[in-house]
């Protein structure tokens, strides 16, 4: 015996898919997000590897250098695929505006780390990665609404 319903649902699924790839190939604002989402856990990762990498340097070091190698890869997938902007906007201008961003943003998570770990007596590492990931979460989307406008289509 077969259930009609159950027959119809693999076209369903690849109906939604079909959709939610369409989306994200899409310049509406949601496809841009699902892109910059996707680019800023790609760089995280090339982060991690540099950070592992090169930590016979020392801890500063290598966060300098990962810190700086990554966010340059995350500003050239922004202008290129998260924004489509790569016609548009030039290589120096998305390292100068999207690198000033992420300095802003590495400076308020670590100011936002810094008052956590002196107001709060031994914190649990859990407890100061929860602060971080909050900040970094506000200033991702405020470094997103930032470089959509940076790298917007110019209307004449």
């Not at 966060?63 to 995350?74: H, R």
């Not at 770990?117 to 914190?123: I, R």
């Given at each position: 015996?077969t259930?009609?319903?159950?027959?119809?649902?693999?076209?369903?699924?690849?109906?939604?898919?079909?959709?939610?790839?369409?989306?994200?190939?899409?310049?509406?604002?949601?496809?841009?997000?699902?892109?910059?989402?996707?680019?800023?856990?790609?760089?995280s990762?090339?982060?991690?590897l540099?950070?592992?990498?090169?930590?016979?340097?020392?801890?500063?070091?290598?966060?300098?250098?990962?810190?700086?190698?990554?966010?340059?890869?995350?500003?050239?997938?922004?202008?290129?695929?998260?924004?489509?902007?790569?016609?548009?906007?030039?290589?120096?201008?998305?390292?100068?505006?999207?690198?000033?961003?992420?300095?802003?943003?590495?400076?308020?998570?670590?100011?936002?780390?810094?008052?956590?770990?002196?107001?709060?007596?031994?914190?649990?590492v859990?407890?100061?990665?929860?602060?971080?990931?909050?900040v970094?979460?506000?200033i991702?989307?405020?470094?997103?609404?930032?470089?959509?406008?940076?790298?917007?289509?110019?209307?004449?």
């Amino acid at each position: 015996m077969t259930c009609p319903s159950l027959l119809s649902r693999p076209a369903a699924v690849a109906d939604l898919a079909g959709g939610a790839v369409a989306l994200a190939r899409s310049d509406r604002t949601l496809g841009q997000f699902a892109r910059f989402v996707m680019v800023g856990g790609f760089s995280s990762a090339v982060y991690a590897l540099l950070f592992w990498l090169l930590h016979d340097l020392g801890g500063v070091q290598a966060n300098v250098i990962g810190s700086a190698l990554s966010s340059m890869l995350a500003n050239e997938l922004h202008r290129r695929l998260t924004f489509h902007a790569g016609e548009r906007v030039g290589w120096f201008t998305a390292q100068w505006e999207g690198g000033a961003l992420a300095v802003a943003g590495m400076i308020a998570t670590s100011l936002a780390l810094s008052w956590f770990t002196a107001t709060v007596t031994d914190p649990a590492v859990v407890a100061e990665f929860a602060v971080i990931a909050l900040v970094t979460a506000t200033i991702g989307t405020l470094r997103f609404l930032a470089l959509r406008w940076v790298f917007r289509p110019q209307h004449v």
